[in-house]
């Protein structure tokens, strides 16, 4: 491979600047979107430090373990590997989670389900949440944080998504307070279970959709938690038909959804007749990415 980075500049070796520049421009010349900040993710991983710092070190000179590392990284990038999965970590409401390829990585949006739950809850409670396929934690781990004292099970088809979720709690100092556990939505949940909020990121994607994603989406995310069925609401209306069995009253359920899947969704809620207070979020593209509902009393 050409990489330009054999030899370097400064005594022989390549400084935070020269690297970044080099794989800005490959990046820029192979049409990725947002080169500069793809290289500055990836040379973050490599120096297990923050974007920031590299500003603050321009200077600096990799050292040879550091600049092979590197070179690896913006290959495995060129081939459409998703940079999350090649530093095997994703921010996530400004925290850092482990991921790996048996997860969906983190996404911006998913920032408005914990915004929703946020301003649908009083902080200063102490809750029962249930996160329907948490995937690496993200969602369950943040209300952990942000609900303290609160308690929070996930649950994953997934073992080793379970096992991820469990690392990040721990990343996170709130393993204390999470628990994950191997289940198909609601196979594994006790039948006496009873939840103040259950929330959800599940999959959407239409089955015949998913060819046409991304190729680094399609090629390296898991399928299980993309494809969402013929019409991408299979699991979306298992998820509020069984839910109601396990809020308590007045409990929130609230799900993410597809960009265009909010007038099937409130349909779905209101079908199942055991719901009230049905609203939407929009997302900060203005889509509406979060369908909520409250359970009414018995």
């Not at 920031?52 to 600096?60: E, S």
């Not at 949006?109 to 329907?132: A, G, K, P, Q």
């Not at 009873?194 to 680094?216: A, E, F, G, R």
């Not at 109601?244 to 099937?264: C, F, N, R, T, W």
């Amino acid at each position: 491979m050409k990489s330009g980075l054999k030899t370097g500049t400064r005594n022989g070796m390549w400084t935070v600047r020269e690297v970044l520049s080099w794989a800005v421009d490959d990046f820029r010349r192979r049409g990725l979107d947002n080169p500069r900040i793809e290289a500055e993710v990836l040379l973050a991983g490599v120096l297990k430090s923050d974007r920031i710092r590299l500003y603050t070190h321009f200077d600096t000179p990799l050292n040879l373990d550091e600049r092979d590392r590197f070179r690896d990284f913006v290959t495995r990038r060129r081939s459409g590997e998703p940079a999350a999965y090649i530093t095997d970590k994703k921010e996530f409401w400004s925290r850092s989670f482990s991921v790996n390829p048996s997860v969906l990585i983190p996404r911006p949006e998913t920032e408005t389900l914990v915004e929703h739950v946020l301003d649908e809850c009083d902080r200063n409670i102490r809750y029962s949440f249930l996160d329907i396929g948490t995937g690496c934690g993200a969602i369950a781990v943040t209300l952990a944080c942000e609900f303290e004292g609160s308690l929070v099970d996930g649950v994953d088809i997934s073992p080793a998504a379970v096992t991820t979720a469990r690392l990040n709690a721990e990343d996170c100092d709130v393993a204390e307070s999470c628990s994950f556990f191997e289940s198909d939505l609601f196979s594994s949940v006790t039948e006496d279970a009873s939840y103040d909020v259950i929330v959800s990121n599940p999959p959407y994607i239409p089955s015949s959709q998913i060819m046409t994603l991304d190729s680094c989406i399609r090629n390296f995310e898991p399928a299980e938690a993309l494809d969402g069925g013929p019409d991408g609401l299979v699991i979306i209306e298992r998820i509020i038909r069984t839910s109601s069995k396990y809020l308590k009253d007045g409990g929130l359920v609230a799900l993410e959804m597809g960009y265009d899947q909010s007038p099937a969704v409130e349909r779905i809620f209101k079908k199942a007749g055991c719901y009230e207070k049905i609203q939407g979020r929009d997302d900060l593209s203005g889509i509406c990415r979060v369908m909520s509902a409250r359970r009414k009393g018995r």
